[in-house]
Structures are given as structure tokens and as C-alpha cells.
T-cell receptor, first 118, second 109 residues
Framework: EAGVAQSPRYKIIEKRQSVAFWCNPI?????LYWYQQILGQGPKLLIQ????????DSQLPKDRFSAERLKGVDSTLKIQPAKLEDSAMYLC????????????????FGAGSRLTVL | GQSLEQPSEVTAVEGAIVQINCTYQ??????LSWYQQHDGGAPTFLSY????GLEETGRFSSFLSRSDSYGYLLLQELQMKDSASYFC??????????FGAGTRLFVKA
């Protein structure tokens, strides 16, 4: 089974520029997540999709970040304009449809996109 | 609010047993997961506990006490390749999976 694909792997931009990251989840995975991981910290959930609908975006800085999953498959995360503090690894993950109360939502992560903002 | 606490670093010797603790506070709780992340790599799923007790998967075991809002990951017969960061994560209700800050495990020869 193919894993979660992400691109680009690395991106260096200057502050106030824009950047977009792409993610293609595992086939059949209805739930897609974007996490931000700053070096030395745990992943922070930015946005979570169930098919093409948003189920949580409470920690997404909506003034500069946007994400879409138009056809319920692949997804794009955009940052515009970027700030220095956006330097981080952006991890996309996917899982099967949300499990019931006793089920594990096993997240499969992509290799990530490392962003450096200068 | 939501919070997960785990030690920032743990050091152990090859062949030993190490326990990484996690305490959590969430508005809703469905289960506790553990993920491993090597430097430069992506987090990978290790285990999940929805109910109290111990779950064993090879050299790794995970424990949960819902009444104490506490869990731990137990790694036995440590190997050098186990040097990595370990994250506990909670299902906060039916939807969100929230990660802790991670515990960096150093395994010494």
C-alpha cells in the first residue's frame, strides 16, 4: 500500500512570501490531517478533514493559513504571508474514517515538508 | 483545556527497560496512543489503549488508567535503534487527536 505523499520536502522562503504544500493520503482514507511540528515540540493539529469537509480548524491561523480538500482526496495547505515563526515541519497524515469509541484512529504520516522562513 | 505532560528526556542503557509516562487532561477522552519519531522522520504508530490495562506488542507495552488520567509506554530489551522521540496522543472526543510535546529517549551502549 502506498503511503502518504507530500511535496515539496523542503522549502526556503523569505518572510511575507507565500508557500503551498501538497498532500495525497492513503487511498480510501477518509480523514486527513495537517499538523505543524516546530523543532523539539510535538505535532500541533492545524486542520482536520473528513472527506472534503472540515471537522476541526480551531488552531489554524486563518488570517494567513488556508487549506482545502476539494474532491475529498488530496489536499493543499497554503501560507500567505509567511512569518519567521512559521518555520517548522508540516506533516500530513491520514486515517480511515473516524473510529468508534473503542477504536484507534491510527494516523499514518507522510515524510513532511520542512519550511524555513528567512 | 487540553494538556498532555510527559518527561522531556529519558536515558537508558542497551538491554534495559524504560518507562515513559504521560498524564493528560482533556475535555473528552476516547483513548491514548503512542507514536515513535526518529530524527528527520515521520511519527509512526506504536500502540493504542481505550480501556484500562496493559497492551503488549512485542518489546513494547502500553498501559492506561482512565481514573488517574495516566498512561505509560514500556520499552523492554532496549536497542540502539530505539533512540527516538516518543509522543503520547489522546483522542479528544470523537474527532481530534492531540499530541504531547514528546519524550526524547537516548539509548547508550
Amino acid at each position: 500500500e502506498a503511503g502518504v505523499a507530500q511535496s515539496p520536502r523542503y522549502k526556503i522562503i523569505e518572510k511575507r512570501q507565500s508557500v503551498a504544500f501538497w498532500c495525497n493520503p492513503i487511498s480510501g482514507h477518509a480523514t486527513l490531517y495537517w499538523y505543524q511540528q516546530i523543532l523539539g515540540q510535538g505535532p500541533k493539529l492545524l486542520i482536520q478533514f473528513q472527506n472534503n469537509g472540515v471537522v476541526d480548524d480551531s488552531q489554524l491561523p486563518k488570517d494567513r493559513f488556508s487549506a482545502e480538500r476539494l474532491k475529498g482526496v488530496d489536499s493543499t495547505l497554503k501560507i500567505q504571508p509567511a512569518k519567521l515563526e512559521d518555520s517548522a515541519m508540516y506533516l500530513c497524515a491520514s486515517s480511515l474514517a473516524l473510529a468508534g469509541a473503542s477504536g484507534a484512529n491510527v494516523l499514518t504520516f507522510g515524510a513532511g515538508s520542512r519550511l524555513t522562513v528567512l | 483545556g487540553q494538556s498532555l505532560e510527559q518527561p522531556s528526556e529519558v536515558t537508558a542503557v542497551e538491554g534495559a527497560i524504560v518507562q515513559i509516562n504521560c498524564t493528560y487532561q482533556t475535555s473528552g477522552f476516547y483513548g491514548l496512543s503512542w507514536y515513535q519519531q526518529h530524527d528527520g522522520g515521520a511519527p509512526t504508530f506504536l500502540s493504542y489503549n481505550a480501556l484500562d490495562g496493559l497492551e503488549e506488542t512485542g518489546r513494547f507495552s502500553s498501559f492506561l488508567s482512565r481514573s488517574d488520567s495516566y498512561g505509560y509506554l514500556l520499552l523492554q530489551e532496549l536497542q540502539m535503534k530505539d533512540s527516538a522521540s516518543y509522543f503520547c496522543a489522546v483522542r479528544d472526543g470523537a474527532v481530534k487527536t492531540i499530541f504531547g510535546a514528546g519524550t526524547r529517549l537516548f539509548v547508550k551502549a
